[in-house]
């Protein structure tokens, strides 16, 4: 453990990853909500996902069936028709030390 709690991950007792100041951690924090608050960014960013949508969605029409009949040539990776069991167990319906005698 380093001074203030901090963990420290040294190799060959070198410190290997420098934890910034608290300054420097608000100093980028603020640098980053402004970025994110503005308001041209903010719809560069809704245009470029709504293209990247668009693409995304013309790549599915036009190679779906492709990628399907790939995915059902891949022989004991059946994950889609495999069987599910459940494990998930109650303590309620565990047996008692009586039940057991």
């Known amino acids: ?9 040294t190799h060959e ?5 420098t934890v910034p100041s608290i300054e420097d951690f608000i100093s980028d924090y603020q640098s980053l ?3 994110c608050s503005d308001g041209a960014m903010r ?7 709504q ?9 599915i029409t036009a ?5 399907e009949a790939a995915k059902s040539n891949i022989l ?13 167990i109650h303590l309620a319906a565990a047996a008692t030390a009586k039940q057991f005698v």
Do not use: P, W
Request: hydrophobic share 40%; glycine share 8%; net charge negative.
């Open 1 to 9: 453990m380093g001074k203030d709690g901090v963990a420290v991950i």
């Open 63 to 67: 190679n779906g069936s492709v990628e």
């Open 13 to 17: 007792d070198e410190n290997v990853i």
């Open 33 to 35: 909500v402004e970025i």
């Open 76 to 88: 004991g990776t059946d994950f889609y028709r495999t069987m599910k069991v459940d494990n998930h």
């Open 51 to 59: 293209m990247l949508t668009s693409v995304f969605k013309m790549h």
């Open 43 to 49: 719809s560069f960013c809704f245009q470029r996902l």
